[in-house]
Nanobody, 131 residues
């Protein structure tokens, strides 16, 4: 059984940093796309960042480009999201996700934000940025 278990998150002041982790068990993700989404209260879930597990293709939402970095550790089977220069509008529940398609085959910028690409989801972790 595949599980994505998230950790990290918490409360931070504006301008601060956090790192979110997403540890996968049950399979390796060679050939997959792994991503992060977020959902603020009263809003729809939105795409944050994604990357191919096996290659180096990455894509980011414009709102986080230059501030957030997605990475993965193949030995630990873990995906990370480094959040820097945090703003109050980054306050959300963050979710990691994995899907059995290498987005680079189609252009990650276009396909990675689509929810339908992902069939495994983490439990979510709260990030709160105080002003």
């Amino acid at each position: 059984q595949v599980q994505l278990v998230q950790s990290g998150g918490g409360l931070v002041q504006t301008g601060g940093s956090l790192r979110l982790s997403c540890a996968a068990s049950g399979r390796t993700f060679s050939g997959y796309t792994v991503g992060w989404f977020r959902q603020a209260p009263g809003k729809e879930r939105e795409f944050v960042a994604a990357r191919t597990w096996s290659g180096g293709s990455t894509t980011y939402a414009d709102s986080v480009k230059g501030r957030f970095t997605i990475s993965r550790d193949t030995a630990e089977n873990t995906v990370y999201l480094q959040l820097n220069s945090l703003k109050p509008e980054d306050t959300s529940v963050y979710y990691c996700a994995a899907g059995p398609v290498d987005c680079s085959a189609f252009g990650c910028h276009g396909v990675a934000p689509r929810f339908g690409m992902y069939n495994y989801w983490g439990q979510g972790t709260q990030v709160t940025v105080s002003s």
